[in-house]
């Protein structure tokens, strides 16, 4: 692996997110949007039903903060590469002695950077808006943050493996896929919420146990320390088991020819 | 010393066998044409000489080495331009030149850039998006990244269509000029056939995906027997058509001229025909076979006998 060719990848994309305001609405705008949206819709079931109290409305808000780094984690993967299909530039790039891990490389830190960005503006913006500290978190933000933006990854390679596959005709996955996993995560409410069914599925999902363990902080301050555990260890499995469909994609592509990608 | 040695190289997609069988080879500082019809399978093979079309059988060596296990180590030294693939359309050329020099190992990367700018006048453009480009500007950028990491061995895929005849002849002056300065091996495909003439020292006819000639272009010119006696007839017209018909001879005529189609040996006799006849001409040319010519007949003949 080439460092240089890393950041030759990673430059590129810069400067197209640089030059393009679809990327800037990415990373900005729908952000803003959902905190002001969610954090309005808290505040009103917050205030009709006091009950629930402001964790309630800490754990909505958490989640979606926290949902960023997942969507825009598994975004930054997806959106990058349909975007050498859509510009027919896999041939400039693989011409060259671009490595297909070194491209990976270059969109996973990318994805990273750009997620801790997003989810750094809306942790502002939330509580500037409504003064929730999602550093309350304290230090598990860290582990948090890392199997949130793994599941993005992973997520993210299989939906990209499947778009080389098979072509364009599928590539809608890269912008509407990752919604499916959401409410089986449990991001917004208690696993226990969700039929047995649906609770077996969530339990499959590595964020599903960074979602509860969260809440569980936001109630007790600790968290249980099995969770990170089993999270940590799905999302290798998935990584692993998603990269691997990934590079055996590109290389059917490579077989039909980097062009016919249609 | 062979640069490149390609080996029994074929590829199918299914049933379809787009290049067939194919062994080749390059040497230093060569200028290689590879030429055919559409579909003849040119492009399927300059795209499995850059790593980016998996062969279905065959070896590619460059260098000396197994391009599928040195692939890294090869692209290094060889480059490519085509007019069918694009950089970033949104980026502007000097972060199209810069994030592509990072994808080698140069050692003065803005230096490289800089002297390439210079080298395809593309001062003026620099802060211009590729979208905002024309054709033709976007083939001396194509160019551009072609030559950014000193490559050894570059294929050029039609490397002056959509450049106007100034800007083709520099292109074509430079490619020699790059070859004789430093001994780069090219390898070019193009539909200009006075254009593989004049910068091609051998040339490889492929049809079908099979390799029908491999020879210089003047070797090739020359097995095509027929010349074209173009007459400017002063009085016979009529007769000379009829003469013409009666021999056989394409022909085509032009107000008072009559382009006929002869072989070489047989112009002697043709000319004594038109005297016999009383057919008289104030100015005779006789134009030899080129390679459009040889290119011609041979898409003719397999046309009509594909296999």
């Known amino acids: 692996m080439k460092?240089?060719?890393?950041?030759?990848?990673?430059?590129?994309?810069?400067?197209?997110?640089?030059?393009?305001?679809?990327?800037?609405?990415?990373?900005?705008?729908?952000?803003?949007?959902?905190?002001?949206?969610?954090?309005?819709?808290?505040?009103?079931?917050?205030?009709?039903?006091?009950?629930?109290?402001?964790?309630?409305?800490?754990?909505?808000?958490?989640?979606?903060?926290?949902?960023?780094?997942?969507?825009?984690?598994?975004?930054?993967?997806?959106?990058?590469?349909?975007?050498?299909?859509?510009?027919?530039?896999?041939?400039?790039?693989?011409?060259?002695?671009?490595?297909?891990?070194?491209?990976?490389?270059?969109?996973?830190?990318?994805?990273?950077?750009?997620?801790?960005?997003?989810?750094?503006?809306?942790?502002?913006?939330?509580?500037?808006?409504?003064?929730?500290?999602?550093?309350?978190?304290?230090?598990?933000?860290?582990?948090?943050?890392?199997?949130?933006?793994?599941?993005?990854?992973?997520?993210?390679?299989?939906?990209?493996?499947?778009?080389?596959?098979?072509?364009?005709?599928?590539?809608?996955?890269?912008?509407?896929?990752?919604?499916?996993?959401?409410?089986?995560?449990?991001?917004?409410?208690?696993?226990?919420?969700?039929?047995?069914?649906?609770?077996?599925?969530?339990?499959?999902?590595?964020?599903?146990?960074?979602?509860?363990?969260?809440?569980?902080?936001?109630?007790?301050?600790?968290?249980?320390?099995?969770?990170?555990?089993?999270?940590?260890?799905?999302?290798?499995?998935?990584?692993?088991?998603?990269?691997?469909?990934?590079?055996?994609?590109?290389?059917?592509?490579?077989?039909?020819?980097?062009?016919?990608?249609? | 010393m062979s640069i490149l040695s390609v080996s029994r190289l074929t590829k199918q997609f299914g049933t379809f066998t787009a290049v067939d069988d194919l062994s080749f080879?390059?040497?230093?500082?060569?200028?290689?044409?590879?030429?055919?019809?559409?579909?003849?399978?040119?492009?399927?093979?300059?795209?499995?000489?850059?790593?980016?079309?998996?062969?279905?059988?065959?070896?590619?060596?460059?260098?000396?080495?197994?391009?599928?296990?040195?692939?890294?180590?090869?692209?290094?030294?060889?480059?490519?331009?085509?007019?069918?693939?694009?950089?970033?359309?949104?980026?502007?050329?000097?972060?199209?030149l810069r994030f592509i020099s990072f994808l080698y190992d140069i050692d003065d990367r803005p230096g490289r850039i800089a002297k390439i700018i210079s080298l395809f006048r593309l001062e003026e453009l620099m802060n211009h998006p590729l979208i905002e480009l024309s054709a033709g500007q976007l083939t001396r950028v194509n160019l551009a990244k072609a030559f950014i990491n000193f490559p050894r061995v570059l294929l050029l895929d039609e490397p002056t269509a959509s450049l106007d005849p100034e800007a083709a002849k520099y292109i074509r002056e430079f490619l020699l000029n790059e070859r004789s300065q430093f001994n780069v091996s090219i390898i070019l495909t193009s539909h200009n056939m006075a254009e593989v003439e004049e910068v091609c020292d051998r040339v490889i006819f492929i049809d079908h995906g099979k390799m029908i000639a491999d020879d210089t272009p003047a070797q090739l010119a020359r097995s095509v027997e027929t010349c074209h006696v173009e007459l400017l007839i002063k009085e016979g017209m009529e007769r000379a058509v009829r003469y013409v018909t009666e021999r056989g001879n394409a022909y085509k005529t032009e107000g008072k001229h009559i382009i006929v189609d002869v072989k070489e040996r047989d112009i002697p006799g043709f000319l004594r025909g038109l005297m016999d006849r009383g057919i008289t001409y104030d100015e005779i040319s006789i134009e030899k076979p080129t390679l459009e010519d040889y290119f011609l007949v041979v898409t003719r003949t397999t046309e009509a006998n594909p296999h």
């Open chain 2, 25 to 96: 080879s390059l040497k230093e500082s060569e200028i290689l044409g590879l030429l055919g019809p559409n579909g003849a399978g040119k492009t399927t093979t300059i795209q499995m000489l850059l790593g980016v079309l998996t062969p279905t059988l065959g070896a590619i060596r460059y260098f000396g080495k197994d391009f599928a296990q040195h692939r890294e180590e090869v692209l290094e030294d060889v480059n490519f331009s085509s007019t069918y693939t694009h950089l970033p359309w949104g980026l502007t050329v000097r972060e199209n």
């Open chain 1, 3 to 262: 460092i240089h060719r890393v950041w030759g990848m990673t430059l590129r994309y810069i400067y197209a997110f640089r030059h393009n305001i679809d990327k800037m609405a990415d990373a900005f705008y729908w952000p803003t949007i959902d905190i002001l949206l969610w954090g309005l819709t808290s505040t009103y079931l917050t205030a009709s039903n006091p009950e629930g109290g402001p964790t309630a409305f800490f754990v909505v808000l958490s989640g979606i903060l926290l949902w960023l780094i997942v969507w825009r984690g598994q975004g930054e993967i997806t959106m990058n590469a349909l975007e050498e299909f859509w510009e027919r530039n896999l041939i400039n790039l693989f011409a060259s002695p671009l490595m297909f891990r070194e491209w990976m490389a270059s969109l996973l830190a990318l994805g990273f950077v750009k997620a801790m960005m997003s989810f750094a503006f809306a942790v502002t913006l939330a509580w500037f808006l409504y003064a929730v500290n999602l550093f309350h978190l304290g230090f598990l933000l860290i582990p948090f943050g890392l199997l949130l933006i793994m599941t993005g990854w992973w997520f993210g390679f299989l939906v990209m493996g499947l778009i080389l596959r098979f072509g364009r005709k599928v590539q809608a996955l890269a912008w509407t896929s990752i919604f499916v996993i959401s409410p089986f995560s449990a991001a917004y409410y208690p696993l226990s919420t969700l039929p047995e069914w649906a609770q077996a599925i969530g339990k499959c999902i590595p964020i599903t146990y960074v979602f509860e363990g969260s809440r569980e902080v936001i109630a007790t301050g600790h968290i249980d320390p099995w969770k990170l555990i089993i999270s940590f260890v799905l999302n290798i499995v998935y990584l692993t088991a998603a990269g691997w469909f990934l590079h055996r994609s590109f290389e059917k592509l490579r077989e039909r020819g980097l062009e016919k990608i249609n």
